[in-house]
């Protein structure tokens, strides 16, 4: 079974304080710990002096044991009030999987 990185780019709003940001990584790792499946989490703002961030703000990494686990942690309904919660403060986010 390969596992899988599962990568997200995200721009946030103009609007959204460093304090929501802070809520938003506290609680993908508090899903990231509580969700089967996930072996690591890792986030951080873009510093990146490329100038290639299409506006991405910042980013996170998981990994999970493979597809399935993959599959499970996005229609877990953890991860889908998370979403719920943290789409009102982000423009745009770019999601990027592939197996190891």
Not at 27 to 32: E, K, Q, V, Y
Not at 35 to 49: A, K, W
Not at 69 to 81: G, I, N, S, V
């Amino acid at each position: 079974m390969a596992k899988v990185k599962h990568i997200a780019l995200i721009q946030f709003k103009a609007d959204t304080t460093p304090d929501q940001i802070d809520q938003i990584f506290n609680a993908l790792l508090d899903l990231s710990e509580s969700i089967p499946g996930v072996e690591d989490f890792i986030s951080g703002p873009n510093n990146s002096p490329e100038g290639q961030s299409a506006g991405h703000t910042h980013a996170f990494v998981m990994t999970l044991t493979d597809a399935a686990a993959r599959d499970a942690y996005l229609t877990h309904p953890e991860h889908q009030a998370f979403v719920q919660n943290a789409m009102p403060l982000i423009e745009k986010v770019t999601v990027v999987d592939f197996e190891l």
